[in-house]
């Protein structure tokens, strides 16, 4: 069992930057693949981020080059660093704990997920 927890989302302006943080229960952590999801008002979640445990990376296209994912397998944490944000960035931000995902972008790959955190970035 994981349960996670996060953290760091707030209003930002246009252009500025963020970092969430998402703290893990549990001894595996290390052994989990991570990701991060948005869910903005009327939309589906959707992907944003992924580190796998050997530490891959994956981003969706509309976040590469401005969002960076890590994690700390010490602190059984993940992180999320957004620069250069957007009003279109918008949504509940939601860390995920999947064991060996497969496809790293799929919900359904993730088995343990957080509240959520609201980040509002305005123009």
């Known amino acids: 069992q994981v349960q996670l927890v996060e953290s760091g989302g707030g209003l930002v302006q246009a252009g500025g930057s963020l970092r969430l943080s998402c703290a893990a229960s549990g001894r595996a952590f290390s052994s989990y693949g991570m990701g991060w999801f948005r869910q903005a008002p009327g939309n589906e979640r959707e992907f944003v981020a992924a580190i796998r445990r050997g530490g891959s990376t994956y981003y969706a296209d509309s976040v590469k080059g401005r969002f960076t994912i890590s994690r700390d397998n010490a602190k059984r944490t993940v992180y999320l660093q957004m620069n250069s944000l957007k009003p279109e960035d918008t949504a509940v931000y939601y860390c995920?704990?999947?064991?060996?995902?497969?496809?790293?972008?799929?919900?359904?790959?993730?088995?343990?997920w957080g509240q959520g955190t609201q980040v509002t970035v305005s123009s």
């Open positions: 995920a704990a999947a064991q060996s995902p497969t496809y790293v972008a799929s919900r359904n790959e993730y088995n343990y």
